[in-house]
């Protein structure tokens, strides 16, 4: 078969059009990655897309539909979470699981009494769905087992000759497919994460079951909830190893090992740390770019001929949790650890309660390293700091070499120079001794630095934990702990970050607050660092 590239324009999307009506089958790009459509009313289209695909039969493929109204007719009913799920989020990258009215051919379903549906923004997807005027059907258009494509190329290489056309709209802005949610069952549950969040889920449905598979290999002898679970995935040539680590124990680990084809998938900080070849797929803090990239990255392996490649684990929080089921299950859910006890990153707004939550964990067994403190540490205040802080301040700060600490805060704190000037002095042998302190540990570490990204101590952390709490109460307590005025704790307030700042840099959050049971929540998050191998 001679496979026709089309393009956006109104003559592509009308030969689209033509050849789904008439049993084709065409690749379009949608906002996620690109699908592979033929008319989701017609079985013997659908055939061709298990057989172009070489997709097991067992396999259901996502009606795609241009208008929330279509949805009706496709199921047996639309309850009102369905309706409020397609309010908020569609057209989106949102995919939900009904049961089936029967107007869809049987094979979209594979035996099954649902039907997955979803209403794609991409402005072709819609295009291409209004031309046909049949709702489409549209798994994402790879090989099965390969990973997803993103862009035209990616179709080319692995269904050229096999289907009628690709339709070339460029990149994929999401990235990864669409998060599949289920409200077929007695509770909603989440069975493939994506560009929808848990927590967006939540905002709109209440509590979300994440299905086991989302995060681990299905069982044996469990029946997958969606098929799709139990197949290989997304995986390139090469063998892939999710490697849970902290940049800088990323960079050390990978560093260390050798052989032909060994490549590093790694954030763009750890990129200068590696002397292996590396492929960066994103910004640690960055799960949305990490969407965008993670496939094309996949993909360039390939291309590179990588044998081995050590990926750097993603936070599973937000869209990280979808980048986190694709890798891992690139890696056919092989994960290695460096033998280095953990380090894990404690941040947050000023009286959150940081210290009650570095204090619960203590008692599970983390070291508590208090960067606060350490800006008392004489380690720090050597012969060397005293003389640059005489030659300051003057010599009134410390007589005879030995500090005055009130006359040292009288001088430094009476302009913002002077806080600049103390901190150029003190700050850089603060962190020496942080780190000389991280590198003494013998056992899991948490690092309680207010200053931890701005002081680059993140490279060192394996997870980053943040404490909130309403602005309120953190007023309250920041004022009796430290007998500040009102005022005076809001001026401190405005000097820091605002909660996002935390909040989107952190692997957990843990809220706190009136009436919150910190203990319980603590106790949890203990298990699941125990869990993963953290402590
Ligand atoms: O973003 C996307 O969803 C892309 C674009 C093209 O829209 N499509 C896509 O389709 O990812 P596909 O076939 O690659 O993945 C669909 C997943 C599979 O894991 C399948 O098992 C599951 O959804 N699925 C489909 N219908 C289902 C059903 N009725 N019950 C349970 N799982 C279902
Ligand atoms: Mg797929």
């Known amino acids: 078969m001679r496979t026709q590239r089309l393009d956006g324009s109104p003559q592509g999307i009308a030969r689209a059009g033509e050849i789904l009506r008439a049993g084709g089958l065409v690749a379009i790009p949608t906002e996620t990655v690109y699908g592979l459509a033929a008319n989701a009313l017609d079985g013997s289209a659908i055939q061709k897309i298990y057989a172009a695909k070489e997709r097991p039969g067992d396999n259901p493929l996502i009606a795609h539909i241009g208008e929330v109204s279509q949805l009706a007719a496709l199921v047996k009913a639309v309850p009102p979470a369905a309706q409020r799920l397609a309010e908020a989020f569609w057209p989106g990258p949102l995919t939900i699981i009904l049961e089936r009215s029967g107007l869809t051919a049987p094979e979209m379903s594979c035996g099954l009494n649902t039907v997955s549906v979803r209403l794609p923004a991409h402005p072709l997807a819609q295009a291409v769905i209004q031309a046909a005027g049949v709702p489409l ?5 790879n090989r099965s087992g390969r990973p997803s494509p993103t862009c035209f190329s990616h179709v080319w290489e692995d269904l050229n000759g096999r289907v009628d056309a690709i339709l070339d709209g460029g990149g994929c802005p999401v990235g990864v497919e669409s998060t599949v949610v289920s409200l077929a069952g007695e509770r909603p549950r989440l069975l493939r994460p994506g560009g929808v969040t848990l927590a967006q889920l939540e905002s709109v449905l209440g509590p979300v079951e994440v299905d086991p598979a989302v995060l681990s290999r299905l069982e044996p ?20 190893v999710m490697a849970d680590a902290s940049p800088e124990e990323f960079a050390a680990y990978v560093n260390a090992q050798a052989g032909e084809g060994l490549y590093a998938l790694c954030f763009d900080e750890a990129a ?7 492929l960066c797929y994103g ?23 990588a044998r081995r490649v050590y990926a750097q684990r993603p936070s599973q929080r937000g ?11 690139a890696a056919a859910f092989r994960v290695e650890r460096p033998q280095t006890p953990a380090v894990i990153g404690l941040v947050g707004p000023s009286g959150a309660g940081k210290s009650t939550v570095a204090r619960f964990l203590a008692r599970q067994g983390f070291f508590h390293l208090d960067c606060d403190k350490m800006t008392k540490s004489a380690g720090v205040y050597d012969y060397n700091c005293i003389k640059d802080l005489r030659e300051a301040f003057g010599g009134e700060v410390a007589p005879d070499f030995v500090l005055d600490r009130q006359a040292l805060a009288q001088r430094a704190f009476q302009s913002p120079q002077g806080v600049r000037t103390l901190q150029a002095i003190t700050f850089p042998r603060i962190l020496a001794e942080v780190r000389r302190r991280m590198e003494a540990r013998t056992g899991p570490l948490l690092l309680d630095a207010p200053t931890l990204f701005e002081a680059g101590l993140d490279g060192a952390c394996r997870r980053i934990l ?40 952190a692997d957990w959050v843990v809220e706190n607050g009136p009436g919150v049971e910190l203990e319980k929540r603590c106790a ?11 402590l």
């Open 319 to 329: 869209v990280g949790l979808a980048v986190y089921n694709r890798l891992i299950r």
């Open 221 to 240: 002898g469990r029946e997958a909830p969606s098929p799709g679970m139990k197949y290989k995935h997304y995986a390139p040539q090469a063998e892939v």
């Open 466 to 505: 943040a404490v909130t709490a309403p602005e309120a109460a953190r007023l309250a307590r920041v004022m009796a702990r430290d007998g500040l005025g009102e005022a005076e704790a809001r001026l401190r307030f405005r000097a820091q970050p605002g909660e996002d700042f935390y909040t989107s840099r």
């Open 137 to 141: 059907a549209a798994p994402s258009a």
């Open 283 to 305: 910004p640690r803090f960055d799960p949305e770019a990490q969407a965008r990239r993670l496939f094309e990255a996949l993909h360039q392996l390939d291309q590179l001929g």
């Open 272 to 278: 200068p740390l590696l002397r292996v070849p590396s």
């Open 524 to 534: 949890a998050l203990a298990a699941e660092l125990k869990s993963g191998g953290c």
